[in-house]
């Protein structure tokens, strides 16, 4: 079945930094491409971070490049964004999504290849 459950959220200071886990089912974990979207309050939904499970292959959006990575933890089926040096506008609400059919090239944080999405978890930075 279907699941993808958010954590570790919270409110955090400029410079400061922390990490969300997605823990997903067995079915889900087995996609090609996991990744992290967020969406700010009147902004549309933007991909962060998405991996290919098969190679280990990450890409990132420009503004998160050289302080955000994403990572995965086969025997807890959990996907993982670390992020540093957080600015105010990484504040959103960030989504765990999968999508199991990517093949691992060209734009992996395309929005509407990922069918699969948890509930998301508030990132606030002051």
């Known amino acids: 079945h279907v699941q993808l459950v958010e954590s570790g959220g919270g409110s955090v200071q400029a410079g400061g930094s922390m990490t969300l886990a997605c823990s997903t089912s067995?079915?889900?974990?087995?996609?090609?491409?996991l990744a992290w979207f967020r969406q700010a309050p009147g902004k549309e939904r933007e991909g962060v971070a998405a991996?290919?499970?098969?190679?280990?292959?990450?890409q990132y959006a420009d503004s998160v490049k050289g302080r955000f990575t994403i990572s995965l933890e086969n025997a807890k089926r959990t996907v993982y964004l670390q992020m540093n040096s957080l600015k105010p506008e990484d504040t959103a609400m960030y989504y765990c999504a999968a999508d199991r059919y990517c093949t691992g090239r060209g734009h992996l944080l395309l929005l509407a290849e990922y069918t699969e999405w948890g509930q998301g978890t508030q990132v606030t930075v002051s």
């Open positions: 991996i290919y499970t098969r190679a280990g292959f990450t």
């Open positions: 067995e079915y889900t974990y087995k996609s090609n491409c």
